[in-house]
């Protein structure tokens, strides 16, 4: 071992020093990894826009371990990146200790609110897009039930879940709507044999369009429901062409967006909270070719009329997130 | 008696082990069209080129020698624990309990509960596999392995419905009070005027692993029961015959294995974290196996394979930092050197005996080897 430590220590020497001073902004990806087809891609997708429209480059990294939170955070400051964002909820604890030590760098953070006076706190209204997509999953469905499926059961997943039931009544006050979670820990977001037998479940009672919300589990629910002819709803990125003409719309999380405004708006980035809603494109359902044929006028006018009220106030529409509690749907 | 000298089996197979694990990662970086020079010196520099980068490899390595010292205290009784993942879970909650729940004036005196803590809530983990094999011959390997999976289950559990504070998202404890905050390298040394990196995560648990690093020398090589233990690891039939109780050793190496796995807490949840994670152990269960047969199951060797695979972490996270080597490929990487070290052992032992064989043979029978 002492001579491998000889050894080393030689290579020390001549090593590069790393990380030489850039200006460059940082992504950094939650443990799911950066192809997930949903959340962390979404991410991806926005800041590889600001990429090719700017010719600039950024840095990324995919965690390994729940160490390298701190750790990742800390290296893209002192190597001088800027703006650093991060997706997902769990760096709020992290950030909270790192955002003081670096007052000259912008944080950018998605989905969770930390108040630090260089953080930007991106939170989504979720309810809304989902109470969109709710309304045309009672239209789309003959059965009068429709399905939810959550990744994690936490807060957020239900703000998802409660939202949707909001839509599905407005449309019919009698539908019923079967909710499931795929589990409680992190690992509910990446099982999608498991949103595959939920789904199968929720079919035997009579769901004939499900909605997913379970990151990449959501990938398993929208195969099951293209293999047994129901019609599915994605979640964060347009997920409409995986199973062209069997997924009725998407539930756009404009995180890309999020991502891509931090990018541009670079080190002058406005700090605080900030809420991306109906109102200013932050959510929406998706529209293109793959589902053109399963969204009739009607339907289209239908969301657009309450998508219109909700941007401008006239409709409201319940966060679970403000008082734990949902009025049209019990977990 | 032994074909190899001693200094060449401690030496040469673990070297000659990590050149070949070496070369095969740089054909596997070359063929990714990175370039293998300009990557090591990368994780060189990452990991022991600065305080910063020791401060990380040191953290991880604290966590190693807990887990390698766990694995070979149990193999020095023909054990083979493989749940160290699992006890180490527990520990977390055996700290996170000791941490939340009591009002510590001091961290000093905390740091003792929790170490109390700590083995305490991995022995008993580790207690029910033994007691199995000890007295049932439920094979031990079987056993530990599915503690894990009940492990990671418990603490789900715990994490979710009872520890979670409300409104939060996280599957998680909350912070540990201040007064609980282990002194971090940083601290330590700055009395002493060196300037240690502020930002690394090691801390006075790598105090505490060394001690232990210790302790179980002296337990194994110093103590009758670690006589007992070591005659029990190499005959049964033997010890039995010598009077020695195999349920009795049987439990007490897996009491003390599984401990010393759960003492692992004390530096990533309470010196690292400072609030339970779901998944605080992150793998150093299974490391510690990898760390533990590369150590040759000695304290000085588990030491020195243990801040080998710290600067493996390190030097693999700063390749995920600042190449775009993807991240499966630097696992690929930390497989290779397992693999070699841990089990490819004999590939590179026997070619090696071989070779001393016939060194001893060409020499004339009466002059006796010269080290």
Known sequence: ?331 | MDVMPKWAEVTLVPLISLLLAAILSALVILAIGEDPVAAVKLMVSGALGSTYGWGYTLYYATNFMFTGLAVAVAIHAGLFNIGGEGQAMLGGLGVALVCLFIPWPHWTIAVLAAVVGSALFGALWAAIPAYLQAKRGSHIVITTIMFNFIAAAVLNYTLVNVLRPAGSMDPATERFPEAVHLPSLHELLAPFGIAFSKAAPANVSLVIAVIACVLVWLLIWRTPLGLEIRSYGKSQRAARYAGIGAVRITMIAMLISGGLAGMMAINNVMGEAERLVLNAVEGAGFIGIAVALMGRSHPVGVFLAAILFGFLYQGGAELALWTSIPRELIVVIQALVILFTGALDNMVRMPLERIFLALRASRSPKSTAAE
């Open chain 1, 1 to 331: 071992m002492t001579l491998m430590q000889k050894f080393l220590g030689a290579s020390a020497a001549l090593a590069l020093t790393a990380g030489v001073a850039t200006a460059d902004p940082a992504l950094i990806f939650d443990l799911g990894g950066k192809f997930d087809k949903s959340f962390n891609e979404a991410a991806f997708n926005g800041a590889k826009r600001w990429a090719d429209t700017t010719g600039g480059t950024f840095r990324e990294i995919e965690l390994q371990s729940e160490a390298q939170r701190e750790q990742a955070l800390r290296r893209f400051a002192e190597a001088g990146a800027n703006p650093i964002v991060m997706a997902g909820f769990a760096f709020a604890d992290a950030l909270g200790q790192v955002a003081a030590d670096y007052p000259d760098t912008k944080f950018t953070i998605i989905d969770m609110v930390v108040d630090a006076p260089n953080v930007r706190s991106v939170v989504f209204n979720e309810h809304e897009g989902s109470y969109l997509v709710g309304m045309m999953a009672a239209m789309a469905s003959e059965s009068d039930t429709v399905g939810f499926i959550g990744g994690m059961d936490i807060p957020l997943i239900r703000k998802f879940a409660c939202g949707y039931a909001q839509g599905v009544k407005a449309v019919n006050a009698d539908a019923t709507i079967v909710a499931n979670m795929t589990g409680t820990t992190p690992a509910a977001w990446n099982d999608p044999v498991k949103g595959s037998e939920l789904t199968k479940a929720q079919i035997s009672q009579g769901a004939d369009v499900v909605y997913a919300a379970a990151g990449g589990t959501g990938v398993g629910v929208l195969q099951t429901a293209a293999d047994e002819g129901i019609l599915s709803i994605g979640v964060d990125s347009n997920q409409n062409y995986l199973h062209s003409g069997k997924v009725l719309t998407s539930m756009m999380k404009r995180v890309d967006n999020a991502v891509y405004e931090a990018f541009s708006d670079g080190v002058d980035m406005e700090t605080g909270f900030q809420v991306m809603g109906l109102a200013n494109g932050g959510v929406g359902y998706a529209l293109d070719e793959h589902n053109a044929d399963l969204v009739p006028a009607s339907m289209r006018n239908a969301v657009d009329e309450a998508s219109d009220k909700i941007a401008s106030g006239e409709l409201a529409v319940h966060d679970y997130m403000s008082d734990d509690s949902c009025p049209v749907l019990d977990f």
